[in-house]
C-alpha cells in the first residue's frame, strides 16, 4: 500500500530539511499527540532509531523506527516495523527557486503476517479517505514550515 504526496513550501531548502530533521520538536509534537517516543541515544546520522508506543484501532502498538538515509539537504528516509507491517518512508526535497522547495513524500507500507495482511486489508477499503487525510497532513506540515521559517527571516 503507497501513499505519495508533493508541497510546495515557500521557504529555502536549507531551512526546510532543517525543520523535517529537527527531532527534537518532532519529537515533542508526537509526545502531545500521545505517542510515546524514546530516542536511541547517538548523533543524527544514518542508523539513528526510535522506539514508539502509540494506540491504533483501540489497540496499543509498538513501532521501531530507522533513519536509514540523511542526505542534508535532499532528504532523508526511514524504514519502521510494527506488528507485521513493514514501513519505508522517503522525503525528497528539491528547490524550486532559492527561496521555494517541493516536499514529496513517499510512504510504503507491506504486510509480513496474516493480522498484519489483515489490517492493511481494511486499510485499503479506505484508501481513499486515507490518501486524503495524508496529504492534507502534509500539507499542514508544510504550511507550519513556512511560517516558522518567515518567523525566523
Do not use: Y
Amino acid at each position: 500500500m503507497n501513499f505519495l504526496a508533493k508541497e510546495d513550501i515557500e521557504a529555502p531548502i536549507d531551512q526546510v530539511f532543517g525543520m523535517l530533521t529537527d527531532f527534537d520538536a518532532i519529537e515533542r509534537a508526537a509526545l502531545w499527540r500521545g505517542i510515546d517516543v524514546k530516542r536511541q541515544a547517538g548523533p543524527v546520522a544514518v542508523g539513528l532509531t526510535w522506539d514508539l508506543k502509540f494506540t491504533f484501532r483501540g489497540k496499543d502498538r509498538a513501532a521501531h523506527l530507522k533513519l536509514t538515509e540523511f542526505d542534508a539537504p535532499n532528504g532523508v528516509a526511514f524504514d519502521s516495523d510494527s506488528g507485521g507491517i513493514e514501513a519505508e518512508g522517503r522525503i525528497d526535497l528539491v528547490a524550486l527557486s532559492r527561496s521555494r522547495t517541493r516536499m514529496t513524500t513517499h510512504v510504503e507500507l507491506e504486510a509480513k503476517t496474516l493480522s498484519a495482511r489483515l489490517l492493511l486489508q481494511s486499510l485499503k477499503l479506505a484508501k481513499s479517505n486515507l490518501n486524503k487525510r495524508f496529504k492534507l497532513r502534509l500539507a499542514n506540515f508544510a504550511k507550519e514550515i513556512e511560517t516558522r521559517c518567515a518567523k525566523r527571516a
